[in-house]
């Protein structure tokens, strides 16, 4: 005969960090939001959960979660959950009202860099199709390539229309797939190479970032060349950004180098929204069966480390590949129908939540 384990509020709060808080792969206790669990003689158990979100379904689906683990804990007659929903202070809220956005990136509210610390991760495949996802989720969405000695993005939207200019000398970005885009690739011949000095590309990161008519865009995405050199640094220095995506894959090899581009944005104190990892795997489309060529988890384990949400996990796909080669980006595609689509989708969800929440 086994004897049933003492029930606890520890044993509880164990119990409880399998609810995942909605969107995110963190659980509701390493969020901090469980403040106080009771238990009386009889075993009946209340939980105090604070709960802040501008989403009004997020304390229904925890309220629900919570249930759930309770029922199945032995040992509990009855579970109490008390929740208190308090909307977040408001830092940097879409609004209509240009003279609140804190951005200094004109007509921007929202301003993401997408990051790496080495180049060949598809950095510049998961800022083009971010972008995209975004706008078809409705916001209006710039996107600026800064990777100003590689500039790929003229070819991943299929465009080669020259930025024009307006009566205050400010870039007018050309718009591709519904993203406003501006891009080195968009002033330059093809095949011409941008041999400039550091101090030169740094100037033009400045042009790009503080002399461009983007109009209103809910977010402006920012393609960084991978690395932690001048241009990183020179992009904290102009632009109040809300954070950074880093992008990486699951080898070691990225994720050494994804570490020390964590570390420059933590030291200068520009927050982590959260990682994105690509190549994640391959999904055979003869058999369905999944080879993980890259490693497994590596992504996961490192947001886990930093306590930032894993944003998502992008399939490794000849879609991908082939709408960057010929201007049209796979996110463009139907989500119920296309795997890579829905899992840039649910990434563009994930990083406008983790913006508009903050």
Not at 64 to 78: A, D, I, S
Not at 138 to 161: A, C, N, Q, R
Request: glycine residues 10%; contains cysteine; aromatic residues 6%.
């Amino acid at each position: 005969m086994t004897t049933q384990q003492e029930l606890t509020p520890e044993l509880i709060r164990a119990a409880l960090t399998t609810v995942k808080f909605p969107g995110f792969s963190r659980d509701i206790v390493s969020f901090g939001l469980v403040k106080k669990i009771d238990i009386d003689a009889e075993n009946n158990v209340t939980i105090d959960l604070v709960i802040e979100s501008k989403n009004a379904d997020i304390p229904r689906y925890i309220f629900e979660g919570v249930h759930g683990v309770m029922k199945h804990l032995p040992g509990v007659k009855h579970c109490d959950v008390n929740i208190e929903h308090k909307a977040p202070e408001a830092r940097k809220g879409v609004n209509d009202d240009p003279s609140t956005w804190k951005s200094s990136v004109p007509g921007a509210r929202h301003v993401i860099a997408v990051a790496s610390g080495k180049g060949g991760v598809g950095k510049s495949t998961v800022s083009a199709n971010l972008a995209v996802a975004l706008s078809k989720l409705g916001y209006s969405v710039g996107l600026v390539d800064l990777d100003i000695y590689g500039p790929s993005m003229s070819l991943m939207f299929g465009t080669k229309e020259r930025p024009g200019a307006n009566e205050n000398d400010e870039f007018l970005p050309v718009t591709a797939h519904g993203v406003k885009l501006l891009s080195m690739g968009l002033l330059i011949n093809e095949a011409d190479p941008v041999a400039v000095r550091g101090p030169l590309a740094t100037r033009y990161v400045q042009q790009f970032l503080r002399n461009v008519a983007w109009g209103d865009v809910d977010f402006l995405i920012l393609d960084l060349p991978p690395g932690t050199g001048d241009i990183q640094l020179t992009i904290v220095q102009t632009a109040e950004l809300d954070g950074v995506v880093v992008v990486t894959t699951p080898q070691e090899v990225a994720l050494i180098d994804a570490r020390k581009a964590i570390g420059l944005f933590e030291r200068v104190k520009t927050p982590i929204l959260g990682v994105i990892e690509n190549m994640s795997y391959f999904q055979c489309p003869s058999d369905g069966k999944i080879y993980h060529i890259f490693g497994e988890g590596g992504g996961e384990r490192e947001a886990a480390k930093l306590g930032v949400p894993l944003l998502g996990k992008i399939p490794l796909d000849i879609a991908t590949r082939s709408g960057g080669d010929e201007g049209r980006p796979v996110a463009l595609e139907d989500p119920e129908q296309n795997p890579v689509s829905a899992a840039f989708r649910q990434v563009a969800e994930q990083c406008a939540r983790v913006v508009l929440d903050r």
